[in-house]
């Protein structure tokens, strides 16, 4: 019997919706959710692809010990002998991918910390630092984040970086505002021409930290109230600016009813002084944040310990780290710039939970298969989602693995419930300083990790049906 | 008649469409992008001529225009022979076309879907309302809006604000 259900998609932190079509518990059809108040039922080339993650021939369905399946018991077995054999003379870490559910992710770091005895935990946001967990938790001001909706109403848009590429889906919205009444603004501020700032009305190219500082003397100058007490200060330590651009943008943002910042978050810096832009510009400002990772926020808010992957890395390579579990992700072709595989070769051992077949299962010792969140009921950047199907042969969640291997290395974890999300930060004079020093700094633009061709973890880029039908050339 | 038309000015190239129409054709893409200098990646629509060339240049009486006014290629008749992608005034099948590998590839509005009462796969999925499946006379009738080359053979699909 067909059975329509509605889930969200993780591929970016937009969350649209759409309906899976299943004949006895089997994805069978993506249907477009028309009816939804929000997007409409749209996707981006990201989105159309979420049955073919569900249904990817390279899933793995078998648990393995060095290239051999074998049965769930035996791979935990071995995973929890290796772990407390190497308890005693080498720490252990664990790495864990950022479309984890929030339980999940706790799950983790409790892992690493009773079983690991280390607190080695480190979450994968598309680059291998922390600056996108950094990003995250910086950019959230208290009851000022926008929704889609928000966007689509706004009389006054600025956007930073490249925000239609990473969520096409904004850009209806955004698109939609522009066009609604002659006077409009949306402006973009990039490093270079892109996607997004081709339909702009005011655009600047420049170094983005700079203009944003810029923007923020503007709509410091020209908003009435001070709430956060910050407006001496910037006026102290940013400079006035002649730039026409900025200047038009900043009077805009101040003055129109509603206004939306929509950023694009790779960096803190950035992340901190457009926060201090909205939160300066006066109550009923807000801002949007788009993120590659569906889930990322929500993990950041509710994982607090964690160390950057690039560090684990590191602690591989120098011998410190000798046994290592990598959950969803797939490292060795996740971190550009770095010889991975030549740093796992240094590992005693080696466990990959995983989705799919990737390059960091040749170097592992023991393979786990692993659930999507589709197949998994857990907490999504606020969303509590429940499974359309179940997950395919032996594969289970991320979290349901980590209590079982700390079940047979004798520690019990407990289910757990996410806690209430803390409120973040607000914006102080110290940290202000530490940003707009910061921001002053000429650093290269971090490059944007989502495009059409590249999902999450950029693992799935080569096995994408589409792009080899791009390669074939029938001529 | 109900045709798939495409706003210009809100077309931001993420080849969604493309995706879409391959999703649901069984992986033959039928809908392409082309790339316009500085512009971005448009899509390339059929647009189901009245006195369509492909069906006359086709030898083997492969591609027909039926009483729903949409062009379609029988696949069992196709033999690969390309008189159709030489004879498209407007480029539309020639755009990475691979007839022999697909011989499904050729657009047909979707006509299942329609049945069923859901829109295109193309323009269901289209993320910010570019793309349009809409009735020709309500299109040229619309106030503030331009079709585009609306003299061209059969009916233009690009429209745009004046």
């Not at chain 1, 939160?279 to 949007?288: E, I, N, Q, T, Y």
């Not at chain 1, 940003?435 to 944007?448: D, F």
């Not at chain 2, 809908?31 to 990646?41: K, Y």
């Amino acid at each position: 019997m067909l059975v329509q259900k509605k889930s969200t998609c993780m591929l970016c932190s937009v969350g649209c919706e759409f309906i899976i079509e299943t004949i006895d518990d089997e994805a069978v059809n993506l249907e477009y959710d028309k009816d939804n108040p929000v997007t409409g039922g749209v996707l981006c080339a990201k989105g159309n692809y979420m049955l073919e993650l569900i249904n990817h021939p390279l899933r793995l369905i078998e648990p393995q010990i060095n290239g051999k399946v074998v049965d769930w018991n035996e791979a935990i077995r071995k995973t929890s002998d290796e772990l407390l054999a190497h308890r005693e003379k080498s720490d252990a870490g664990i790495i864990l991918a950022g479309d984890a559910s929030v339980e999940d992710a706790k799950t983790a770091e409790l892992f690493a910390e009773t079983c690991l005895g280390t607190g080695r935990l480190a979450i994968y946001f598309a680059t291998g630092d922390d600056t996108v967990q950094k990003a995250l938790t910086m950019a959230s001001i208290p009851n000022r984040a926008a929704g889609l909706n928000d966007i689509g109403k706004s009389t006054c848009t600025i956007a930073v970086g490249n925000p239609f590429e990473v969520g096409p889906v904004i850009a209806g919205k955004v698109l939609k505002a522009r066009y609604a009444r002659r006077g409009n603004i949306f402006g973009v501020i990039s490093n270079k021409e892109n996607m997004t700032s081709r339909f702009a009305t005011i655009h600047h190219y420049g170094n983005e930290r700079k203009l944003l500082s810029q923007l923020l003397r503007v709509v410091a100058d020209r908003s009435e109230g001070d709430e956060l007490g910050l407006k001496k200060l910037i006026k102290e330590l940013i400079p006035a600016t002649e730039n026409p651009d900025v200047v038009k943008l900043g009077e805009a943002f101040v003055k129109s009813p509603s206004s939306v910042l929509i950023l694009e978050t790779q960096d803190p810096v950035k992340a901190q002084l457009a926060s201090a832009v909205v939160s300066v510009a006066g109550a009923d400002k807000r801002l949007f944040c788009v993120n590659t990772y569906g889930n990322a926020k929500g993990i950041c808010e509710a994982v607090k310990s964690t160390v950057s992957v690039n560090e684990i890395i590191t602690a591989v390579d120098h011998g410190v780290i000798k046994t290592l579990i990598v959950l969803g992700t797939d490292i060795v072709k996740g971190i550009p710039g770095r010889n991975i595989e030549a740093v796992l070769e240094k590992l005693d051992f080696l466990a990959v939970g995983a989705p799919f077949g990737n390059e960091t299962k040749q170097s592992a010792n023991v393979i786990f298969p692993t659930a999507l969140w589709l197949e998994t009921e857990g907490i999504y950047n606020g969303k509590h989602l429940q499974p359309v199907i179940d997950p395919p042969g032996a594969a289970l969640p991320y979290g349901d693995i980590l209590r079982q291997l700390a079940e047979a290395m004798g520690k019990a974890l407990p289910q757990v419930t996410p806690e209430p999300v803390e409120a973040p930060q607000q914006l102080n004079e110290e940290t202000l300083r530490v940003i707009l020093k910061e921001s002053m700094e000429t650093v290269p633009e971090p490059a944007v990790q989502s495009t059409v061709t590249q999902f999450a973890d950029g693992s799935l880029t080569s096995n994408i049906q589409w792009l080899q039908l791009q390669e074939r050339d029938a001529w | 008649m109900k045709k798939l038309f495409l706003q210009l000015d809100l077309c931001i190239g993420c080849q969604a469409h493309s995706l879409a129409c391959q999703r649901v054709r069984n992986q033959a893409v039928t809908l392409q992008s082309t790339c316009v200098e500085g512009v971005g990646n448009l899509p390339v629509l059929c647009r189901h001529c009245e006195d369509p060339a492909c069906v006359a240049a086709c030898p083997n009486d492969a591609m027909t225009r039926d009483e729903d006014n949409i062009v379609r290629r029988n696949p069992a008749r196709c033999t690969g022979c390309r008189s159709c992608v030489l004879a498209c005034p407007f480029g539309v099948l020639s755009q990475g076309m691979k007839l022999q590998v697909f011989p499904l590839g050729k657009c047909d509005l979707c006509s299942s879907r329609v049945a069923e009462g859901k829109q295109p796969a193309c323009v269901a999925t289209c993320p910010t309302g570019a793309l349009r499946f809409e009735e020709v006379d309500e299109i040229y009738g619309k106030e503030g809006e331009t079709v585009i080359g609306s003299h061209s053979v059969g009916y233009s699909t690009y429209i745009r604000r004046p």
